[in-house]
């Protein structure tokens, strides 16, 4: 009897001894928690077809171009990206030269830019959606020297051409119209004078001229027409393959033009 009255003590002793361990276990502030898991928000869009925020996808940029060439050289860029997301897009080009950044609301689109000194080039393309923005860079290496020799050309404005036999030839070319272009002096240009730096000089005051795609009177104007006062200087424009040259004061004076 002794015997099982000390066991059954004993056993209530354990269990009172364990009921306390566990619930000091239970109650100490000195332990850690931590919970790990994932959250997924989705939607259709901005702001989420089901209420919540969707997260927003960067825009795609791309950028493709002609990194060799020869000072002076036009270099275009195809320019390309798109917003996964629906947003409207901006863009610009930095062209890596200290030169004027171009800019753009639309895409595809196709750049042309003059860089008239050899050096190494970082060509830089952003896309931006308002919120994200992607850029893409190009290296170019554009080279010093160049293998087109200065062409010089002179004439005087009243000199027989095959477009000058009579009076009002060309009028419908889209330049001078009106005008009797007798007193008008045309030269073709060589290959090669693309990008290259040019002047027109006159033993008159004021020289004029125009780029064409040819001397032949199928020939139309590229770009503006130089009539500024005073000698004319630039930079010959991509399809320029003619030069219709002037003077409106003095149309017996001598005209230069310098390509080179």
């Known amino acids: 009897m002794r015997i099982l009255v000390v066991v059954a003590l004993c056993l209530a002793i354990v269990l009172s001894g364990c009921a306390t361990k566990k619930a000091d276990k239970d109650d100490d502030p000195s332990g850690t928690s931590t919970a790990t898991g994932t959250s997924t928000k989705t939607g259709t869009g901005p702001g989420g077809g089901n209420g919540t925020s969707a997260v927003n996808r ?3 940029a791309s950028m493709n171009a002609n990194n060799t060439g020869t000072a002076p050289i036009n270099v275009t860029f195809a320019l390309n990206g798109t917003d996964a997301d629906g947003d409207a897009i901006t863009w610009s080009l930095d062209f890596g030269d200290n030169g004027t950044a171009a800019n753009g609301t639309s895409l595809p689109a196709n750049v042309t830019h003059l860089y008239a000194a050899a050096g190494l080039y970082n060509a830089t393309f952003a ?12 290296a170019l290496n554009i080279t010093g020297g160049s293998s087109f020799d200065q062409f010089v050309a002179s004439g005087t404005p009243d ?5 000058c036999s009579v009076a009002g030839a060309n009028t419908g070319a889209g330049f001078r119209n009106g005008i009797n272009e007798l007193d008008s002096w045309f030269v073709e240009i060589p290959a090669g004078a693309v990008g ?3 002047t027109l000089d006159s033993e008159s005051t004021d020289p004029d001229m125009v780029f064409r795609t040819s001397c032949a009177s199928s020939g139309t104007a590229i770009g503006d027409s130089f009539v500024a006062a005073g000698p004319e200087s630039g930079v010959v424009p991509e399809g320029a393959l003619c030069v219709l040259a002037w003077n409106p004061e003095d149309v017996m004076a001598k005209i230069t033009l310098t390509i080179g």
């Open 58 to 60: 960067a825009p795609t």
């Open 127 to 138: 896309v931006s959606d308002g919120k994200n923005t992607t850029t893409v860079t190009l």
């Open 159 to 163: 000199l027989a051409c095959p477009q």
């Open 196 to 198: 290259q730096p040019f």
